[in-house]
Each structure stands twice: as structure tokens, then as C-alpha cells.
């Protein structure tokens, strides 16, 4: 595919900065999932879930009458079949994902946060680059821990709940700081491009953005934005840039109780130079208040965040996502834990509960290591 011009073309019609593979891909199931008939979608599992109800891969193979029987083939003449409808899409869309997997790490990091300030009173949760601000609901879905592939395992979090999240501890179980559900004062949400998980369309998009091989994620993604659309505690989600408009969006909530400023795999997708903005927005941001900076990124593609090194530095450490916390008190930040980009595995490395902190803004970021 990536040899075809005609192909290719398609992604010129696209904004510069958004003439990625993914956005071509995203575009074509969309039109899949939203009823497109073509025998492409016989290669879709997603699609097929959705027709024919859950299945597995193997349940289910190309039509010998489509397109040359061979997905390439069958893709590119969907593509041109369609190319007017996917040059509407790639002109004005975004990849966009709102991973509700990785809330298995931010349930104990704002454990853990929460636990070195007892008194301080309801967290006020900022999540930077939200998407539909489905991790804000991180307290509506259930969780289970399991120590190891075959260890004992705890389940926590909404012992009922459409979400179900798994997670494989590496370590020990009882490395994890407590995992209550935390009192939530405030959830709000910065995003440039916001998807509303109450339209159909921005519900569509957003499950269009998912590999369609990928049936558990799929599955997960459609239940956690049925929760959105039913909660009757909404996030508040504005549209804006994340450092840009920060200051703004931060003022909205009550400085008298602690704020949490985090984000997950969102600096990746910034030039280092203003990753390093960044931080610094969110500094100015905890002038004279309580504020907590909380983040999941890649160390190798966020050289202008303040990561620690891995405390058990191996030759593929840097490639986990680095959970990391800068505390209030102006304390050096502190690797939380190593997690799967996606929260499939967490290795917890911080021991007993955060520090005890005070307004007053958080310290110099210190040189990335």
C-alpha cells in the first residue's frame, strides 16, 4: 500500500500534520462500522461484531468473490470506490483515542497521591488531551489485579460495572498502595479536537480509531462510552490547547482543594521544545495552589519531561510508558511505575503513600535522565 500512488494520494488531501497512515486507515472503517457495503469489511473483525454479534477472528474469512480474495486489493478498490467520502473525512479529522486501559495505573497513582494529604480534602481532576474524557470516569469501572499470569489476583473499583479492566502486576500485589475510589470534587478536560461521546458520530469516530483486529479494546471502548452517555456526572470538556488555554481551564476550579494536571500519551505527539512548555504551564498553574502533576509517557519520545530513570534500568526500560509524579511540595519527581501503553501490565516501584504537601507550586523540573 504505501508504494500506490493512487493511495498515497489520498493522504495529500489531508492537513500536513495530520498526513499519517492512521488517519487514512480510521477513515476507511469508519465508513466500514457506519454501514458502507463492500467486501472489505468481511476482513474487519470489528465490523463483523457488530453484524453478526461477537465472534473470533477464525469464525469468519474473506468471500471468495471479493476483490482478488486479497486484502490489499480489496482495500484499495474500497478506497477508490469511496474516495470522495474519505477525502471528506481526512480533510477535517484527527486520530483520536481515549484508552479507558490506562486508568489501571491512574487508580493507584491518585491513591497514592490522595494518601499523602489525608486532609486535604476531594481531588479535582484535569486530564490534559481527553478526548471524549472517558479516564475521568476511571471510578465508574471495575478492576482486576492479578499478580503475575497465574497469581492470586484482587478485584476492585465497581464490583458491577460494563467496564471490566485487567490488569498483570509485575511484582507483588501488596507493592500497590491502597485502590479505593477516591472523592472526585471536579473532572475536566482539555482537548483540540473533543469528541462528544454522546453524539453517534463522535462515538463512531472513536471506535474508527481503533485496529479492527483488536476485538477486547473494541469491546471495552463501546461499553466505557455507554457509561459516558448514561453517567449523571459528566465530564466538563473543553476545546483548546493544552498549554495554550491550561491557565484558563485550571481557574475554572476551586483552589482551595487539591488539583491533579495529568495526561497520557499526549506529549509524544509535541516537539520537545514545547513538552518543556508544558511543564512549565503547569508550574505557573500551581502558583499558589495545590497541584499535583501526574503523567504517562514514553521517556524515549518526551525528552522535555521531567522523567527519572527507570530504578531498575534494563535495556528495554525505556520503551514502558514511565508513570511519574511531581508533587506540591516541590519535591523531585518520582517514577511511580512502568506500565503497558495501554495498562495490560504495571510494575510498581513507589513505596508507602505520597508526600505530605502544601501549596505553594511545584519546584524547577529537573534535567530528563
Given at each position: ?20 497512515p ?16 463492500h ?19 477464525s ?11 486479497d ?15 474519505l477525502v ?42 481527553t ?6 470516569l ?8 492479578r499478580?503475575g ?36 470534587a ?43 452517555r ?34 497520557s ?12 512548555e ?19 509517557e514514553?521517556?524515549i ?22 508513570l ?15 506500565m ?29 535522565q
Amino acid at each position: 500500500m504505501a508504494d500506490d500512488p493512487e493511495l498515497l494520494a489520498l493522504m495529500a488531501e489531508a492537513p500536513l500534520r495530520q498526513r499519517r497512515p492512521n488517519l487514512l486507515l480510521a477513515a476507511v472503517h469508519f465508513l466500514l462500522l457506519t454501514g458502507t457495503r463492500h467486501p472489505l469489511a468481511a476482513y474487519y473483525d470489528t465490523v463483523q461484531s457488530i453484524l453478526n454479534g461477537p465472534t473470533s477472528p477464525s469464525t469468519h474469512a474473506p468471500p471468495p468473490d471479493a476483490p482478488g480474495a486479497d486484502l490489499v486489493i480489496a482495500f484499495k478498490d474500497f478506497a477508490l470506490s469511496y474516495r470522495a467520502d474519505l477525502v471528506e473525512l481526512i480533510a477535517v479529522r484527527s486520530t483520536q483515542t481515549n484508552e479507558v486501559g490506562r486508568c489501571t495505573a491512574l487508580l493507584p497513582a491518585l491513591n497514592f497521591i490522595a494518601g499523602g494529604d489525608p486532609g486535604g480534602g476531594p481531588l479535582s481532576l484535569l486530564d490534559l488531551g481527553t478526548s471524549a474524557g472517558l479516564n475521568l470516569l476511571f471510578d465508574a469501572y471495575g478492576y482486576t489485579y492479578r499478580q503475575g499470569a497465574d497469581g492470586p489476583a484482587l478485584a476492585v473499583g465497581r464490583r458491577q460495572a460494563k467496564v471490566r479492566l485487567d490488569c498483570t502486576v509485575r511484582g507483588e500485589l501488596g507493592d500497590l498502595p491502597p485502590l479505593d475510589l477516591p472523592p472526585i470534587a471536579r473532572r475536566i478536560g482539555i482537548d483540540a479536537s473533543p469528541i462528544d461521546p454522546t453524539s453517534d458520530d463522535g462515538a463512531d469516530w472513536l471506535l474508527a480509531c481503533l485496529w479492527p483486529d483488536d476485538l477486547a479494546r473494541f469491546t471495552r471502548l463501546r461499553q466505557a462510552l455507554l457509561v459516558a452517555r448514561t453517567t449523571s456526572t459528566p465530564p466538563e470538556v473543553h476545546r483548546g490547547d493544552i498549554i495554550d488555554d491550561l491557565p484558563a481551564v485550571a481557574d475554572r476550579i476551586d483552589p482551595s482543594g487539591p488539583l491533579v494536571v495529568f495526561h497520557s500519551w499526549v506529549a509524544a505527539y509535541l516537539s520537545p521544545e514545547r513538552q518543556g512548555e508544558l511543564v512549565k504551564a503547569v508550574q505557573e498553574v500551581a502558583r499558589g495552589r495545590t497541584l499535583h502533576y501526574l503523567y504517562a509517557e514514553s521517556p524515549i519520545e518526551t525528552p522535555g519531561l521531567p522523567t527519572p530513570a527507570s530504578p531498575s534500568p534494563r535495556p528495554t526500560s525505556h520503551l514502558a510508558t514511565a508513570l511519574v509524579h511531581v508533587a506540591a511540595d516541590g519535591s523531585p519527581p518520582v517514577r511511580l511505575a512502568d506500565m503497558h501503553h495501554h495498562g495490560k501490565w504495571l510494575q510498581w516501584w513507589a513505596t508507602g503513600r505520597g508526600p505530605t504537601v502544601r501549596p505553594g507550586g511545584l519546584g524547577p523540573a529537573p534535567h530528563p535522565q
